[in-house]
């Protein structure tokens, strides 16, 4: 059964940091870019970014660029989002998702995760 399961989300203060899981089961990680995206309340998911299969190129939205940093461990199959300096608008349910394509389009996504909720608040 393919799985992804994410984890690490919480609440932290704007200006902190929070590194979030994505573990695959049912699958190797080695055939599959993942990507990160994020649903704000009231507003539609967005793509946070994305590392491709074997690890070796990310790419990030601009609202990510320069704060959050995405890697792979394909030997214990999971991918990583490390957030620094986060704002208040960075609140969200944070989702990974499996592609076979270097894409951050959401509907080229065929695996999805449950989500985890980062909260950035004082």
């Known amino acids: 059964q393919v799985q992804l399961v994410e984890s690490g989300g919480g609440l932290v203060q704007p200006g902190g940091s929070l590194r979030l899981s994505c573990a695959a089961s049912g699958f190797t990680m080695d055939y599959y870019a993942i990507g990160w995206f994020r649903q704000a309340p009231g507003k539609e998911r967005e793509g946070v970014g994305y590392?491709?299969?074997?690890?070796?190129?990310?790419y990030y939205a601009d609202s990510a660029k320069g704060r959050f940093t995405i890697s792979k461990d394909n030997a214990k199959d999971t991918v990583y989002l490390q957030m620094n300096s986060l704002k208040p608008e960075d609140t969200a349910v944070y989702y990974c998702a499996a592609t076979n394509m270097a894409t951050m389009d959401a509907y080229d996504y065929d695996y999805w995760g449950q989500g985890t909720r980062v909260t950035v608040s004082s």
């Open positions: 590392v491709t299969k074997r690890g070796g190129n990310t």
